[in-house]
T-cell receptor
């Protein structure tokens, strides 16, 4: 079956711009989580969506937002980009329902965002 | 709160050496435990998992045992290869779908 698809793979943006990243989960998975990965901070949790609702949220400013559509595809948006937002953004999908945590997450290959 | 702590790297080994990367987790409920591997320029790939106490996860020669008494899930491999060079992440997924990752350990295997 198809894996988790993230688009685009690479992106270069200018400070102050906004950006939208997309994630298509594995078919049947209803939960999508987003992570930011940087060399200095490691993997940091942004938010998780389940059945179109934000279920968990990390400690990021309001410039970072997301949403999930009825087909479970998710987008995340970063407004007013800063140089420090340069990172690899990873999306992970999972079944997400109660008791399904033991099945874990499947990750996409990520979107490499560079802010100049 | 929930957290995962893993051995800091980097770790450099010669080919065929024994590998151990330590990982401990906070014992809130009964999380499922995972090891993920990340190769350069790629996302995280699931290496192995264990979902309850005393379970042993294994894959590609790597093993880890879910130790509830010591809240640990150490990764081991008897004989590493150059192709095992990557960053390894320990993770715990708690009941509320809260997935916590360790900081990652970079492994370099030299021929």
């Amino acid at each position: 079956k198809a894996g988790v698809t993230q688009t685009p793979r690479y992106l270069i943006k200018t400070r102050g711009q906004q950006v939208t990243l997309s994630c298509s989960p594995i078919s049947g998975h209803r939960s999508v989580s987003w992570y930011q990965q940087t060399p200095g901070q490691g993997l940091q949790f942004l938010f998780e969506y389940f059945s179109e609702t934000q279920r968990n949220k990390g400690n990021f400013p309001g410039r970072f937002s997301g949403r999930q559509f009825s087909n479970s595809r998710s987008e995340m948006n970063v407004s007013t980009l800063e140089l420090g937002d340069s990172a690899l953004y990873l999306c992970a999908s999972s079944l997400g329902g109660q008791g399904n945590h033991r099945y874990g997450y499947t990750f996409g290959s990520g979107t490499r965002l560079t802010v100049v | 709160g929930n957290s995962v702590t893993q051995m800091e790297g980097p770790v450099t080994l010669s080919e065929e050496a024994f590998l151990t990367i330590n990982c401990t987790y906070t014992a809130t409920g009964y999380p499922s435990l995972f090891w993920y591997v990340q190769y350069p320029g790629e996302g995280l790939q699931l290496l192995l998992k264990a979902t309850k106490a005393d379970d042993k996860g294994s894959n590609k020669g790597f093993e880890a045992t879910y130790r509830k008494e010591t809240t640990s899930f150490h990764l081991e491999k008897g004989s590493v290869q150059v192709s095992d060079s990557a960053v390894y992440f320990c993770a715990a997924l708690y009941n509320n779908n809260d997935m916590r990752f360790g900081a990652g350990t970079r492994l370099t295997v030299k021929p």
